[in-house]
Structures are given as structure tokens and as C-alpha cells.
């Protein structure tokens, strides 16, 4: 992979542990070394099945399970990044679970200190489904609890959630002023980023598209714009249905073209 970057002049990749964490750290630590070697980043996706709205012990137990092996698994990795998705609140009403994923996120938060992963950073993911916690309010507030979390903005999952809502540069300078007064100008500026055009329905996210796309959105160029413009260094991982190196290549290409 550090190999297919170099080719692709690509600087970053995302290893998901989506279905669970598994790696040996003998192994994880090959792979970092060849990312260190080609001089590229590498960051992880902690499980899909966590859910820190739960309101059962056992699960709560297990959420810390899938998350802090992937931070061991990162560390292997010589990595800096770990996405987390927040979670859903079920059958709770939406502040009840709020409370509860908080909680849950604070002895996060603790036992990431206690175990000794404070040079790595928790990036908490913008979802798409209306049904799941993740607006942009939700995520700045979850990024208060510790100086390591951060936002992973996934703009595709913003877009749809609200039904198309990222136009033009204004549209996204105002979702990144609002990131500017939440969460302050030092974690906007290493914000993580998920990009991809997603098609959705009334209740948001249905799949993931490629650039072809002209129907859904969002569109890219304005974002590239407004990065350069701020002078954000954000870690963009594109999450293109089947054309992930092509639609990265072009993001970066118009980033570079525009900062000039
Ligand atoms: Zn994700």
C-alpha cells in the first residue's frame, strides 16, 4: 500500500478494522515500517459495532475492547489516527442517549490516558443517517471532553443527513467556522476528513458514490478551495465507491492547484 501511494503520488491511508481487529503486532509493525520507509501516513477505522450510547455494561465493556485494540493496533502501525463512529441511540430518545454516550466517551477518555495512548488521536465521525449521533454540534461537543479527540468531518455523511446541504465555498466555510468556534483553531486545523458523494433518501445516507455523480454531492472543488483558503492541514481519506485512488488523486490535485 505505502508503495501504491508513492505511485499514485497519494500521501495517506486508511486501514479499517470495520469487521473487527484483527492483526498480528508483528505484522502491523512490518507494515508500518514500510509506510515510515515511503515517508506515508497511515491511520485506522476502529470497528463499525461500537456503540457508545449503549446502555448495557457488557457492551460498554466491549466498545472499550474494539477501541483500545485498535489503538494498540495503530501504535503498531506508527499511526497518530483512530476513527471512531459514535453510535445510535435505539430505542432512547436522542439527549437521554447523548448523556449516556458522553459518559461513556469520558472513561474513554480516562482509560486512553491511563493506558498510555495520549500521543494518539480519537476522531469522532459526522454520520450520515439521521437516526445515528453524529451531527457537526454533536461531534464539537464529544471533542470537548479530552485534548485527543478530534473531528474525522465526514462531508458526504453531512451532506446527506440533511439532504444536500454543501454547495458552494460559503456552504462550507460555514460547517468550518463552526468547527473554528467549537472545537478551536488547533483541531481544525488537523481535523480528519472522510470524503465521498453519497446518495441518500428522507432519512439520509443510502450508498456511497464515485465522482461521476452529479445528482447528490457533494462536489469537492469548493472544499479544496476553502482548505486552501484557511490554511487547514486536514487528513482527507476519500471513500469512493470502487474509484477511492482516482477521486482521491483528483482532490488532491485540485488542493495543490488552488493553494497555488
Ligand atoms: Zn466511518
Not at 505505502?2 to 499514485?8: V, Y
Not at 478494522?17 to 515511503?38: K, M
Request: aromatic share 12%.
Amino acid at each position: 500500500m505505502p508503495q501504491w501511494l508513492a505511485d499514485h503520488d497519494l500521501d495517506c491511508f486508511e486501514y479499517s478494522f470495520g469487521r473487527g481487529v484483527r492483526i498480528q503486532q508483528s505484522t502491523a509493525e512490518g507494515i508500518g515500517a514500510e509506510f515510515t520507509r515511503l515517508g506515508k501516513e497511515i491511520s485506522v477505522h476502529a470497528p463499525y459495532f461500537i456503540n457508545l450510547a449503549t446502555q448495557e455494561e457488557e457492551k460498554a465493556e466491549n466498545n472499550h475492547r474494539y477501541i483500545f485494540d485498535s489503538l494498540a493496533a495503530l501504535t503498531w502501525f506508527g499511526g497518530k489516527r483512530c476513527v471512531v463512529h459514535p453510535g445510535s441511540p435505539l430505542k432512547l430518545d436522542r439527549g437521554a442517549a447523548m448523556d449516556i454516550l458522553m459518559r461513556r466517551l469520558e472513561e474513554v477518555a480516562r482509560l486512553k490516558h491511563e493506558y498510555g495512548y495520549d500521543d494518539t488521536y480519537l476522531c469522532l465521525e459526522t454520520m450520515g443517517k439521521q437516526a445515528q449521533i453524529g451531527t457537526l454540534d454533536e461531534v464539537i461537543r464529544m471533542c470537548s471532553l479530552d485534548k485527543t479527540f478530534i473531528p474525522c468531518v465526514d462531508f458526504g455523511h453531512l451532506n446527506a443527513r440533511d439532504l444536500g446541504v454543501f454547495f458552494t465555498k460559503d456552504d462550507y466555510k460555514r460547517a468550518i467556522d463552526r468547527l473554528l468556534e467549537g472545537v478551536g483553531e488547533e483541531k481544525t486545523n488537523i481535523m480528519h476528513v472522510h470524503f465521498s458523494k453519497i446518495e441518500y433518501s428522507a432519512k439520509g445516507e443510502v450508498r456511497h458514490l464515485t465522482f461521476d455523480d452529479e445528482k447528490y454531492g457533494p462536489p469537492y472543488e469548493p472544499l479544496m478551495e476553502v482548505f486552501a483558503e484557511y490554511k487547514l492541514q486536514p487528513y482527507v481519506i476519500c471513500e469512493s465507491a470502487g474509484t477511492q485512488t482516482r477521486d482521491a488523486s483528483l482532490m488532491r490535485r485540485c488542493y495543490y492547484a488552488v493553494k497555488r
